[in-house]
């Protein structure tokens, strides 16, 4: 393999290292739900992304083939990482935020999680309990 790839490789994989590291410490660390979204989606996105980047630089400097599959693979999650995001944030919404407790929104505008009267579907409206304080269903049957 020529030695400008196994660099190439190399710096990838080093930088996408760094990433996950980062992002599991922003994970541990971060404060709220909110601001701990960010951190595993970037590290998922540039983390996992640089290594399936270093595996087709790596494909290609052996082979001299391009493999199309990692960057198949990298596009869905570029694709996939902020979707799933915006779920989560939606879902902490409903179960945390009260449509009060959440700032205005522009005139003429809404909240688009708010905008039907009541809770959505599938949400409970009830407030989260402590974890102490939880009733698990009996699942013994």
């Known amino acids: 393999m020529p030695f400008w790839a196994e660099i190439t490789v190399t710096g990838f994989l080093v930088i996408s290292g760094v990433f996950g590291l980062v992002g599991s ?17 970037k590290a998922t996105t540039l983390g996992v992304g640089g290594v399936l980047i270093a595996s087709m630089v790596y494909g290609f400097g052996a082979t001299g083939e391009l ?47 708010y905008t039907a009267q009541g809770p959505s579907r599938g949400v409970r409206d009830i407030p989260p309990q402590p974890p102490s304080e939880r009733v698990l269903p009996d699942r013994s049957r």
Do not use: C, N
């Open 67 to 113: 493999s199309t599959r990692e960057l198949l693979i990298t596009l869905f999650l570029f694709l996939t990482s902020p979707i799933s995001a915006l779920f989560i944030a939606k879902v902490h919404l409903h179960l945390r935020q009260k449509r009060e407790s959440l700032p205005e929104p522009e005139p003429d505008t809404g909240w688009a999680s």
């Open 25 to 41: 410490y922003g994970l541990l660390r971060l404060p709220d739900p909110m601001t701990r979204i960010h951190a595993p989606t």
